[in-house]
């Protein structure tokens, strides 16, 4: 069975903190996509990676996608409160299914 | 683009009772469509992925019986929860991924309460 267990779970941190959060598997996977999820919503997607190494930016979140293709990361420079949320890494194979990771949420306090 | 909506976002219902929830791709053509089972703090359980004129695939545990979904057409998918008991109460989330596609985009959800 595929796992993604990310860290940390949970994350409660200061405005202007940076913080990185972990995604890792034992399988291999052919792409990693990253959510955010608010309360009472459904997740929206931030970003796909596909190629082991890969880092991608979107504003200041950076992803990083690990070499072997089993991990990932993803980390935020200067928080604000708005980054607030649950972030879900989900993994993709060979099938149209996703495996979505542990999940981490994380809280900016202003 | 690769807007989903749900209906509806929230409905309660008495035990014993069928309740359907709708999932459409509004500005594109879903190949394939996935219904997820979230509880409170905790990640996405995929339910069931269903291709458009096709049967639904369910995951292990999940009661095709209980969890009816029909994917009648390219941009829409309903899942109904049949006999309705407390314990199906739950956030319940679809998503719907384009021809080719890797991604998934997801509806903004629907919050089930059996009493």
């Known amino acids: 069975t595929q796992l993604l267990e990310q860290s940390p779970q949970f994350l409660s941190i200061q405005e202007g903190e940076n913080l990185t959060v972990y995604c890792n598997s034992s399988?291999?996977?052919?792409?990693l996509q990253w959510y955010r999820q608010e309360p009472g919503e459904g997740p929206v997607l931030l970003v796909t990676v596909v190629t082991g190494g890969e880092v991608k930016k979107l504003k200041r979140l950076t992803f990083q996608f690990g070499d072997a293709r089993k991990d990932s990361s993803l980390h935020i420079t200067a928080a604000q409160p708005g980054d607030t949320g649950l972030y879900l890494c989900?993994?993709?194979?060979?099938?149209?299914?996703?495996?979505f990771g542990t999940g981490t949420r994380l809280q900016v306090f202003p | 683009g690769a807007v989903v909506s749900q209906h509806p976002s929230r409905v309660i219902c008495k035990s014993g009772t069928s309740v359907k929830i709708e999932c459409r791709s509004l500005?594109?053509?879903?190949?394939?469509m996935f219904w997820y089972r979230q509880f409170p703090k905790q990640s996405l359980m995929l339910m069931a992925t269903s291709n458009e004129g096709s049967k639904a695939t369910y995951e292990q545990g999940v009661e095709k019986d209980k969890f009816l979904i029909n994917h009648a057409s390219l941009t829409l998918s309903t899942l109904t929860v049949t006999s309705a008991h407390p314990e199906d109460s739950s956030f319940y989330i679809c998503s719907a991924e384009g021809s080719g596609s890797v991604e998934q985009y997801f509806g903004p959800g629907t919050r089930l309460t059996v009493t």
């Open positions: 500005d594109f053509q879903a190949t394939t």
């Open positions: 989900a993994g993709g194979g060979n099938t149209d299914k996703l495996i």
């Open positions: 399988s291999v996977f052919s792409s």
